[in-house]
């Protein structure tokens, strides 16, 4: 499927450059299972600096109420025959709560936007939340 990561408009100033954090999402997206990379179609990935409410037809991720994901689209099981020259579904990243979770732990801040990635991810597929946590929880094991 066509998956893009775009850029937002002005480069802003945060603890880690705004380019080496999509390189690490581009890194963790190239790190997902590889049925799951076969199975996006049309998502486009996001960063923005900082985090927001979550709207209407959004489904995000938040700990301790800080969001630090969005999804937002027709999930592909949502999809029927009519489904064409539809924007893609939208991933959104938020930056700086993610990294102010990790600390300074490099290690951490990876793992952290692989959770939120895959999570999204989840809901682009077609899960509920139940199934993702469900599915979090087998693969800690």
């Not at 993610?98 to 895959?118: F, H, T």
């Amino acid at each position: 499927g066509n998956t893009q990561i775009l850029l937002p408009k002005e480069g802003v100033n945060i603890s880690m450059k705004k380019n080496n954090f999509e390189q690490l999402i581009s890194e963790v997206v190239s790190a997902l299972p590889e049925h799951g990379k076969r199975a996006m179609n049309n998502v486009a990935f996001i960063v923005e600096k900082d985090a927001r409410r979550k709207k209407a037809k959004e489904v995000g991720i938040r700990v301790n109420e800080v969001l630090l994901g969005l999804y937002e689209g027709v999930p592909k099981t949502k999809r029927g025959a009519n489904y064409f020259g539809v924007l893609p579904d939208k991933i959104t990243i938020f930056q700086q709560p993610i990294e102010e979770l990790a600390g300074p732990d490099e290690k951490e801040l990876k793992r952290l936007v692989y959770e939120v990635v895959w999570h999204e991810v989840g809901h682009h597929l077609g899960f509920d939340e139940k199934e993702i946590r469900a599915l979090e929880a087998k693969k800690r094991k």
